[in-house]
Each structure stands twice: as C-alpha cells, then as structure tokens.
C-alpha cells in the first residue's frame, strides 16, 4: 500500500463510526490489486452519472453476444466476464473466415459496488453492454427538517 494510502486511511478513521469495513475493503486492494501491476485496459469501459442516484457502467463489447458474456454480483462485487464457448474454434474453421480482426479476448473486469446500490439490469446492444444502478436511499437517511420542541 502506498505511504498516501495510509495516511489518508489513518486520518479517516478516527472520523467515522462504521466504515471499517470500507476502509478494510480498500486498504486489501491496494495490498493485492495494485502493488506494481498495471491494470488491465482490456475491454474499455465507461462509468457515468446519469442522474442525482443512478449510474451505468458501459462495457465495450464488439464481437460478443449475450451468449458469450456473464455478468454477475456477489459481495458487493460486480463481476463482467467473458465464456469461452467449447466450439468457438471448430466453428471458426468452418464460417470462412479469412481475416479475424475482430478479438474475442478472454477477459475479466470486475467493480466494487457500494452496499446501497441496486443493480438494475443489463441489456448488449450495438456492441456496448450498459449495466444500470440506482443508489437506495432509505427514509431514515433523506434529508428532513427536525421540529424542535
């Protein structure tokens, strides 16, 4: 973990009351994920607001269809991967395909979700896979006016 990463987790915590499952999140990626590996690029990705608590992940997909992709949630964990199809090869060698320049990488990109974020869905079209997330928020945490007695 870098010397910031510390320093900035040490000054937060004595600030928060139950965030030391977020703050044990992060500080494990920066001790596994991100210690002198370079991140993988590989298929390109959007993160965009698209409104006040909604969010959509947008995954370049050219080349895949719905069959050759999984997208999952588990633990707080959104998970895009590739399937690799057992005929993929056998099927290449009988289409006629004399230029394959369109990659059909093996691949795996994975986002951490806040607890209160609800997948939506996920629809492929036209080569890009949107995954849609709204942020919950409960009664007890909107903004409300105390009547004071």
Same mark, same amino acid.
């Given at each position: 973990m870098t010397n910031q990463a510390i %320093?900035?987790?040490?000054?937060?915590?004595?600030?928060?009351?139950?965030? #030391? #499952?977020?703050?044990d999140h992060f500080e494990s990626m920066f001790n596994h994920k991100y210690d002198s590996i370079s991140l993988p690029t590989y298929p390109p990705y959007d993160i965009i607001k698209t409104g006040k608590y909604n969010y959509n992940i947008q995954v370049a997909l050219a080349g895949y269809g719905k069959k050759d992709i999984d997208v999952s949630f588990e633990n707080s964990v959104l998970t895009i991967k590739s399937i690799?199809?057992? #005929?993929e090869k056998e099927v290449e060698d009988n289409d006629g395909i004399l230029h394959k320049g369109i990659a059909k990488r093996m691949f795996s990109k994975s986002f951490t979700i806040a607890e209160d974020v609800e997948i939506k869905g996920a629809e492929l079209k036209d080569g890009l896979l949107v995954?849609?997330?709204e942020k919950i928020i409960p009664?007890?945490?909107?903004?409300? %006016?105390?009547e004071i007695k």
């Open positions: %320093s900035i987790f040490k000054q937060l915590r004595p600030l928060s009351v139950g965030y #030391d #499952d977020v703050f690799k199809d057992k #005929d995954v849609s997330m009664d007890h945490k909107k903004a409300r %006016s105390i």
